[in-house]
Nanobody, 125 residues
Framework: QVQLVESGGGLVQAGGSLRLACAAS????????MGWFRQAPGKEREVVAAVSRSGGHTDYPDSVQGRFTISRDNAKNMVYLQMSSLKPEDTAVYYC??????????????????WGQGTQVTVSS
């Protein structure tokens, strides 16, 4: 049974930083691309970062490019999201997810098979 558990969310002032972590179990972690998504109230879930199976390739939307960094530790079955220069519009529930396709860097929600329960990130102005 695949399980994903996120941690590291919280309240931070604009301009601050947070590091999210996601612990994965029940799968051969290094065989799957991973992604971080977020969903704000009243909005659709959107990708904020994706990382390839090896960690050698990453992808970000323009909205977080240069501010967010995704990384993974295949030895520990962990994926991380380092967020800096946070803005109030980054406020959302953040989810990690396991890819369900062989695509190198999937960026659509439909391409992900397993999801964590989410962790709240709130950025105050």
């Amino acid at each position: 049974q695949v399980q994903l558990v996120e941690s590291g969310g919280g309240l931070v002032q604009a301009g601050g930083s947070l590091r999210l972590a996601c612990a994965a179990s029940g799968l051969t972690f290094s065989c799957y691309a991973m992604g971080w998504f977020r969903q704000a109230p009243g909005k659709e879930r959107e990708v904020v970062a994706a990382v390839s199976r090896s960690g050698g390739h990453t992808d970000y939307p323009d909205s977080v490019q240069g501010r967010f960094t995704i990384s993974r530790d295949n030895a520990k079955n962990m994926v991380y999201l380092q967020m800096s220069s946070l803005k109030p519009e980054d406020t959302a529930v953040y989810y990690c997810a396991v890819s369900g396709t062989p695509i190198l860097l999937p960026v659509n929600t439909q391409e992900y098979a397993y999801w964590g329960q989410g962790t709240q990130v709130t950025v105050s102005s």
